[in-house]
Each structure stands twice: as structure tokens, then as C-alpha cells.
């Protein structure tokens, strides 16, 4: 397949080139080994879901923490309680947003006939 697939995505983000650059350099995207040995490649997709999920829900105990210490007055870093804030907003819209991508996928397939 010579489309952007997951598994050379982080290929491509670690040269910091497009596709068609490397395919103009001649340079090659390495092939996914299947059974590798890397943890990452074994890790199943519901794996990863849910450990984004915890990772999110982290965060937001994280924020609510903060601002609870700020409110009590535990703590006067109004900077660091904003940023750690607005992490947890744009983390919370982000998994948003891939379970609607989600949803999505799995609705057009069951619109699929057979």
C-alpha cells in the first residue's frame, strides 16, 4: 500500500517529510514486522483506547486538584493551574472527538451489506 497507513506514520513524523519527499529521495518507509518484538506493536487497539482513556481521566483529576488548591489557596500559580486546565480541556475534546470518528467507522460498517 503506498498511502499513509498507521503503522509508517510515525515514520513520517519523525523525518519531518512528506511522503511524496521521501518517495523522491528514493528513501524507503520501513515495513512493519509482523510478531515484533517492540511492546508497542503487540499492544492491542483496545489497549490503546484505554489507556488514552486513563490518561485523560488523569489529567482531569490533575486539573481538578489544582483548582481545588487554588481556590483554598493552597497554592497562588494561577499560570500553572490555567495550563494544566486547558491540557485537560483540549485532552477531553480530542477523545471526544476520536469516539465520534469511531462511532462513525463502526456506523458505515453495519450499513455495509454483505
Not at 43 to 63: G, P
Not at 74 to 92: C, F, G, Q, Y
Amino acid at each position: 500500500m503506498d498511502g499513509l497507513t498507521i503503522s509508517n506514520a510515525d515514520t513520517l513524523i519523525d523525518r519531518g517529510q512528506t511522503l511524496k519527499e521521501i518517495r523522491n529521495s528514493n528513501a524507503s518507509i520501513p515495513k512493519p514486522s509482523v510478531g515484533g518484538t517492540d511492546a508497542a506493536e503487540g499492544k492491542s487497539f483496545a489497549d490503546t483506547l484505554k489507556d488514552a482513556v486513563n490518561s485523560v481521566n488523569t489529567m482531569q483529576k490533575e486539573s481538578d486538584v489544582k483548582m481545588q488548591e487554588l481556590a483554598t489557596g493552597k497554592t497562588k500559580n494561577i499560570h500553572d493551574v490555567m495550563l494544566t486546565a486547558e491540557r485537560a480541556d483540549v485532552s477531553l475534546r480530542l477523545m471526544t472527538q476520536v469516539r465520534n470518528k469511531i462511532i462513525e467507522a463502526y456506523q458505515e460498517i453495519m450499513k455495509m451489506q454483505v
